[in-house]
């Protein structure tokens, strides 16, 4: 897969793309992203990106220019790289679709996204009729920029690609990505840590009583902490009645 990533602020991928399970995507070749500055696409002598709004008001738009200049290079080079067709476009933004795991298993399923980060108060409308993008959201709070929820979103995506994680069904065992339940509680060594045990059942050898242990834990969980989960279980069973 390939993710194109368009932003101001390109430093801000390299701790980031250099560590944990992206490094590993990319170094087993699961994963190439490619970041782009989109003010070496501005025109003018001050590099400008951003302007006023037109019939006036607080902060800065991003400008048309140096974004559809950006994309159509990002086009070019990933073609060059041997994509096919266009880019799957994303525009991370709070006015987008809620970031969820039902999208990141359909959005690991694309070839090639490419990722616009946006800052100041916001895009001029034009790139987003020109270029049509998935606006994406992770949750209804205002970040400084759209580069943090750029990288929540790969995370997401690069853990769903097959071969990313060591254990193949790592992915499919976490909250949310086997259906509406919170993960359980897990343990590891020592059995005793400072008076706290770990349950004796896990320790048992007994395969079915530890699969209904965790189930239980985790309904458990998501009744304490998430009882709308629940909630959206039950109806699911009622629509499909
Ligand atoms: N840019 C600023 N805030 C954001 C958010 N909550 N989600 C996506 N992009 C953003």
Known sequence: ???DVLTLFPGMFEGF???GIVRVARSKGLLDVVTHDFRAFATDKHRSVDDRPYGGGPGMVLMCGPVFACDESVVAAGRAAGQEGEPK???LTPQGRRLDQ???EELHQEPWLSVLCGHYEGFDERIREG???LEVSIGDYVLSGGEVPAMVLIDGITRLLPGALGHPDGARSDSFACGPLLEGPQYTRP???RDMEVPAVLLSGDHGAVARWRHEQAELRTQARRPDLLGRADENEHTSQ
Do not use: A, G, N
């Open 1 to 3: 897969m390939r993710i």
């Open 17 to 19: 793309l250099e560590e």
């Open 89 to 91: 476009r994303i525009m």
């Open 102 to 104: 039902d999208l990141l």
């Open 131 to 133: 270029l049509e993008p």
């Open 191 to 193: 059995r005793v840590f």
